[in-house]
Every structure is written in structure tokens, then in C-alpha cells.
């Protein structure tokens, strides 16, 4: 297993979570087609056979199972020698109004989108101390910056992997690992689709609608207004290239911005919450 000076000549190894669809299996054909060893991972292995055929490594990973992690980073390790970058990807969203939302789905939302991501973190941490080199790249969103209404749980499970971000940031700076968090806008993932399922007023689990907030879920009903289908939605591959190009960078940012929207909607959060909530208001009465 080569270790330390020895892997100065190695083709460097990412781990890239989520790989079935959109984001996560463009940036691991991304990892991949520029030379990495490249572990693409899913909980349902049939869904990303094809990454297979194109030379990446699989694994079935669900990032809610320790026993899963675990098995996972060790074969890598014993593999590879090194993970050089940790790109946590698997993530969901959880719509609908606080009220409405059941307690055990947003406990199932930070399983998935904050509980996973530090499951994967700490596993992959020692052996990049190790090393003194790596890169943690934790996939957020605009809404990990600007929450929303009838957004609450999942912006709430982002702004949470903003924070921890930000804290691990500065913890292993002195090991020569760095972390970056990618801020995409919408992405043309379907995104929009499950949204529409997950606000179904005709679904029985996990949203018990009390009727006291039909003008959030009008904001849901035009998928133009949440998701990837209105304008500025950028393709898969565009977030892909900045994550490849975040990892493969000596000093990467704190923080990356694929395409305009994203780069524009972030700087929403400077605005006085006033302002914002008006915003908001508008946007209610014209889809009301």
C-alpha cells in the first residue's frame, strides 16, 4: 500500500457519494476522465453500473450506515493507500411547510444531508492526517445560505453543513487538508420533480398537511419557481467541473459558485431579513 512520499507519483483517489444521478454521476465521469481513481457510490449498485463501464470503481455506500462508511473507506484505503478527496454529494430535499413536516422526516433528511456528509468526514479524516493532504468538498446550495418558505428542513439540513463546514475548515488547516463547500443554484437534476411529489397533496407520509399553509405550497406548484427547470438552471457537468476543479487546486476557496444564478442568490443573504421576508411576500401573492 503506498504511503506518504510514495504517493507523490500515484494517480490521486476520490470517494464521490450519490452517484446514481445528476450531480454526483457527472463529477465522478468528471474525477474519472481526468485520470483518478475514482470510487463512485450508491445505496442501489444497478444505478450506477454504467460508471462502471467507464472505469470507475463501485461501491454500494449508504451514508446512513456506519457499518456501510466504514467497509467503504477501509477498501479504498487498503486499495488506494489514500483518499485525496471526499466529495459528499448524496443529499435530498424535504419540502413542505414546518407544520406540516413529521418530526421523523427531518430527522430522515439531516440523516441523509448532515449525519451522512460527518460520517464520511470522520472516517476519511485520519488517514488524510496522515497524510497531510486531502480535500473534503461537502456539496450545499444557495439554500444552505437563503432559506425559503415551505424550505425550512432542508435548507435547514444545509445551512448546518455550511456551518460545520466553516468550523472543520479552520480544524485541519494545520494538516494540510482543505474543505470547500459547493453552492450550486438550480441544476437540472429533476429536483423540481421530486419536489412536486414530496408536496402532493395527495401523499400521506411524511407531510400532514394542515391546511393552514396553501399559499407556500402555490410556490411549489409552478416548478419553475423551485428547482431546475426555470431560467439560469445550469447542467450537472458545469457543477462537476467546479468541484474537479476545487479538488485538483493547491489553495481552493472556502467556497465555489457554478453559474449565475448561484453566484447572485447568495449575496441575498445581506440583505436585512425585512427586505428578504417582502421579497418573499411577493412572490406569495403572485403565485396565489
Known sequence: MPT?????SVQKTALITGCSSGI????????????WTTYATARNPADIETLGEAGCELATLDVTADADVDRVVN??????????????????GQFGAIEDVTTAKVHEQFDVNVYGPHRLIRAVLPGMRRERDGTILNVSSVA????????????????????????????????GIDVVVVEPGPVK????????????????????????????YALFEDTQAVGGDGPGAVEPELVAEAVLNAASATKPPARVHPGTVARASVLARFLPDTLRDKGFELVRRFTS
Open 4 to 8: 506518504g512520499a510514495d504517493r507523490q
Open 75 to 92: 477498501r479504498i484505503l487498503d486499495e488506494a493507500g489514500a483518499i485525496d478527496a471526499l466529495v459528499n454529494n448524496a443529499g435530498y
Open 189 to 216: 437534476t429533476g429536483f423540481s420533480d421530486r419536489v412536486a411529489r414530496e408536496t402532493d397533496p395527495e401523499r400521506t407520509d411524511g407531510i400532514e398537511r394542515s391546511g393552514a399553509y396553501e399559499d407556500v
Open 24 to 35: 454526483g454521476r457527472a463529477t465522478a465521469h468528471a474525477f474519472n476522465d481526468e485520470g
Open 144 to 175: 444552505g445560505r437563503v432559506s425559503f418558505p415551505g424550505g425550512g428542513v432542508y435548507c435547514g439540513s444545509k445551512f448546518a453543513i455550511e456551518a460545520m463546514s466553516d468550523a472543520l475548515r479552520n480544524e485541519v488547516r494545520e494538516y
